[in-house]
């Protein structure tokens, strides 16, 4: 599967993004798929996941209250609602999409994605 992440920008503390991610192939559905960031001169990080069917979803702390992950497999794309922003929350996103998972708790280690996309730059201005 082709990963394709969109809708970063720059935006002020405070405000709010959508980010979308579209998928290619017809198999969308069978897969579980994540959001990471990577802030400059940081690791890259998870920031949410959702399984395949959308009834769970799993969110990094930092983020927990502020950003909310959803699918469409109809139109096989991936969001994440980004509110509440923080300048702290500047990096590159990257969606990725995994078969491994077997557990919510694993879907935020990075090994068991199989397909990432080529990110989207989220600027928060203080």
């Known amino acids: 599967v082709q990963l394709q992440a969109s809708g970063g920008g720059l935006v002020q503390a405070g405000g709010s993004l959508r980010l979308s991610c579209a998928a290619s192939g017809r198999t969308f559905n069978s897969y579980d798929m994540g959001w990471f960031r990577q802030a400059p001169g940081k690791e890259r990080e998870f920031v949410a996941a959702i399984t395949r069917s959308g009834h769970s979803t799993y969110y990094a702390d930092s983020v927990k209250g502020r950003f909310t992950i959803s699918r469409d497999n109809a139109k096989n794309t991936v969001y994440l609602q980004m509110n509440s922003l923080k300048p702290e929350d500047t990096a590159v996103y990257y969606c990725?999409?995994?078969?491994?998972?077997?557990?919510?708790?694993?879907?935020?280690?990075?090994?068991?994605?199989?397909?990432w996309g080529q990110g989207t730059l989220v600027t928060v201005s203080s």
């Open positions: 990725a999409a995994t078969l491994a998972a077997r557990t919510m708790e694993v879907m935020k280690y990075e090994p068991i994605y199989n397909y």
